[in-house]
């Protein structure tokens, strides 16, 4: 499911290690697919990682540094 919102991110030598949603802490169990892009002068990193209980893919701008959810899918 597409979702596009705004998360809290932890992250540990710029790995993501817990994400923080609609007030709820999940924590990372296992980093899947990761790769990175340019859009104008804009670096992404992209994130596919699983939770004891999501499947999650996540945005990270650093510029900005802030984090987006952008897919999420029941494991």
């Known amino acids: 499911m597409i979702i596009n919102e ?12 817990y994400v923080i949603w609609k007030g709820r802490n999940y924590t990372i169990t296992k980093i899947g697919l990761h790769h990175h892009f340019r859009e ?9 990682v699983v939770t004891d209980t999501l499947f999650l ?9 802030t984090w ?8």
């Open 68 to 75: 987006r959810l952008e897919e999420i899918n029941e494991n």
């Open 57 to 65: 893919r996540l945005k990270l701008n650093t510029d900005n540094l």
């Open 6 to 17: 705004s998360v809290t991110v932890g992250s540990v030598n710029g790995n993501p290690k």
């Open 40 to 48: 104008g002068n804009t670096l992404y990193h992209i994130f596919s």
